[in-house]
């Protein structure tokens, strides 16, 4: 296992490397200065030229490449030009916000959707199998920025159950709280069906395999076979869904972001986007890939830690 | 005559398809005395695996048991509630399946597999598992204490196949159904097998139905021995009736075309010719009728009966006289 964990972590750190320099010549290659776009169109070619000695962009292409890598590699992502801080600064403090409610969204979907997708394997065909394989794709079709709009009206507006807006004040965990159940409903109803769906799926193809008619035959008992023998299994296509979808959330819980006007990564990088802040994009795609590849690789790793053929594996 | 292990009379077993109900077993009789080995022999699709499933009632969700009795230890197993027949199963009766790569659980150690089915005895898991760990030796698998912690993916097939021998024992079954063991084995390992399981059958004293469609294995093996065609059984007798003095014309068929019984260089190995009847629209008369040679026109209207060629020997023919 430990052996399995140092090659996926080896791994991770090149898929990085990879991904990151892909993303600055990506940057780079994209047509316009970014030195005009900070300066204004009334710059002249000398205050153009200060501002590129000033950010590196007079020195090859490789060399910036790699004294960027050394930088992110320190934990430095350059300053924002706008605000004149660093863009780390600026990116992490949207991160805890984004993580918490990422992390809370796909919580609650699992703990919904694993049980309901055993249920509908192991009764499957009645008819609230069907009940549940309804509400599943009922809840998947559903964009998640529509049920933060009714959510946020039904429970907010008319209920005023729940507050609207904003993400709390920090410190008051309580008040996190409340602010977090809104957006991590419309984050999380979708993938509850998603995995319920998955789960099903998968433990009725394992619930068909022969050693868990022989698992029958000795007399196990039937919370013995559902828990330990087949979901141990059937669980491992999820392990993986979630790797992508928790990296992919983190830029992606945009919409919830924007609708409940909570501070996160994916608005940071729609706000920059908007107002042309490549500093600031730049730090926020690269912290959100670091992100996405982490999640994979611990999701890997569960794999792993779950199937022994896939720790000898790789 | 002692009271059999299991006992199984006119055993019907239907399959709802959507092209109509096909008759998958029709009026079964068989019996497995105690510490016995009884072989049961027949083409792919003769109702071998549908017959081990309806004595285990683990049968397809399209199946049902349309007729007939099973009693295990002279207990009707048909009026046993779900509890009580997993009670029974994995105690009383376990199996050994035909696949061994797929028997195993992959994901869990063999060790925590072999401790589990004995969730039954109130024994300490270090016991359990040192009960595990003389089972797997005794079964060939040397060092079993340590390979407890091992995976299944970490063994071979026929160690595989061994280690779901010694679970198979573990429980100290009084009936053990193996469903063709040695199938998926090639010809070395399955003499080992065989050997194994005839010798554990001597020590631990259980009676075993054997399913197969090696007569080989059936003749090393068992004491007596069914032979099914198309959802019946058509012959039954000792190993010495079946293979010295078959009495009905698929058993000689049978037995004609075993490779290993032809003396002479032929670039054609024997085969009985024409396709097992349709189980959902059943001939009249004999269920061998197209594919025998001696068919008359009797053979076409009625069925056989059950002619009574010697103590235990019985074969369904017309042609047949007690």
Known sequence: MLFYLLKRVGLAVVIVVVAVVLLYS?????????????????????????????????????????????????????????????????????LDETLVLVLASITWAMLLGIPLGCYSAVFRNTFSDKLVGVFSIGVIAV???????????????????????????????????????????AIGLGWVGYIARLVRASMLEVLNENHIRRARAFGLPETTIVFHYALKLAILPTVTLLGTGIGRLISSAVFAEIVFARPGIGKLIFDSVVSRNYPLVMGAVVVSTVLFVLSTTISDSINAMLDPRVRERL | MTQPVLDISNLCVNYQTPKGTVQALRHIHLQVPPAKVVGLVGESGCGKSTLISAVI?????????????????????????????????????????????????????????????????????????????????????????????????????????????????????????????????????????????????????????????????????????????AGELVEKGTVRDIFHRPGHPYTRSLLECDPSVIEEPTRFLPTIPGDIPSLIDLPKGCIFQDR???????????????????????AACHFLEE
């Open chain 1, 143 to 185: 964009p998640s920025f529509v049920v933060a709009l009714y959510s946020l009206l039904f429970f907010a507006v008319t209920l005023q159950w729940l507050p609207a807006i904003g993400a709390g004040e920090s410190g008051q965990l309580l008040d996190q709280a409340r602010h977090l159940i809104l957006p991590a409903f």
């Open chain 2, 292 to 314: 025998c040679a001696h068919v008359m026109t009797v053979c076409r209207k009625t069925p056989p009966p059950a002619v009574h060629l010697g103590d235990h020997h019985t």
């Open chain 2, 57 to 229: 009632r683990l049968m397809a969700e399209n199946a049902h048991v349309a007729a007939g009795k099973i009693r295990f230890m002279g207990l009707d197993m048909q009026g046993f509630s779900a509890s009580e027949l997993r009670g029974i199963r994995g105690r009383d009766i376990s199996m050994v399946f035909q696949d061994p790569m797929t028997a195993l659980n992959p994901v869990l150690t063999i060790g925590r597999q072999m401790v589990d089915i004995q969730y039954r005895d109130g024994l300490s898991r270090k016991k359990k598992r040192e009960r595990a760990a003389r089972m797997l030796e005794r079964v060939g698998i040397s060092d079993g204490l340590s390979r407890l912690d091992n995976y299944p993916h970490q063994f071979s097939g026929g160690m595989r196949q061994r280690i779901t021998i010694a679970m198979a024992l573990l429980v100290q079954p009084k009936l053990l159904i193996a469903d063709e063991p040695t199938t998926a084995l090639d010809a070395t390992l399955e003499v080992q097998i065989i050997r194994l399981l005839k010798d554990l059958q001597t020590d631990f004293q259980c009676a075993i139905l054997f399913i197969s469609h090696h007569l080989n294995v059936i003749a090393e093996l068992c004491d007596y021995v069914g032979v099914m065609y």
């Open chain 1, 26 to 94: 990506m940057i780079h290659v994209v047509p316009g200065d970014p030195a005009s776009v900070i300066l204004g169109p009334r710059a002249t070619p000398e205050m153009k030229q200060e501002l590129h000695k000033l950010m590196g962009l007079d020195r090859p292409f490789v060399v910036q490449v790699v004294s960027f890598l050394g930088k992110v590699a320190r934990g430095d992502l350059g300053m924002d030009f706008f605000s004149q801080r660093p863009v780390a600064e600026i990116v992490f403090k949207q």
